[in-house]
Nanobody, 118 residues
Framework: QVLLVESGGGLVQAGGSLRLSCAAS????????WGWYRQGPGKERELVAR???????TYLDSVKGRFTISRDNVKNTVDLQMNTLKPEDTAVYYC????????????WGQGTQVTVSS
């Protein structure tokens, strides 16, 4: 079992920045992917950024160059630095980890609201 607790959401004007943080606890040895997803109003949940256990990163095309995902292996946190925010970034952001051992499981945080005003 893995517990994820997010922090750092809020309201920001377009062009501003926010940093989301996710603290993980529990059985983390089998985690392969650490990531952030989002779900905007009336939209499906989508992958925003993900970092693999070997530090390879993947980003949604629309956030490349603006968002940066990072992981602290000592503190067991994964952060998402979001710069040059746009109104279309408005969504609930969810922290996610995916394990590969003892099986493939997804664990989710409770979500944090990010609202970007124009």
């Amino acid at each position: 079992q893995v517990l994820l607790v997010e922090s750092g959401g809020g309201l920001v004007q377009a062009g501003g920045s926010l940093r989301l943080s996710c603290a993980a606890s529990g059985h983390l040895a089998g985690v392969y992917f650490w990531g952030w997803y989002r779900q905007g109003p009336g939209k499906e949940r989508e992958l925003v950024a993900r970092i693999r256990s070997d530090s390879v990163t993947t980003y949604l095309d629309s956030v490349k160059g603006r968002f940066t995902i990072s992981r602290d292996n000592v503190k067991n946190t994964v952060d998402l630095q979001m710069n040059t925010l746009k109104p279309e970034d408005t969504a609930v952001y969810y922290c996610n980890v995916q394990t590969i051992t003892p099986g493939v499981y997804d664990f989710w945080g409770q979500g944090t609201q990010v609202t970007v005003s124009s």
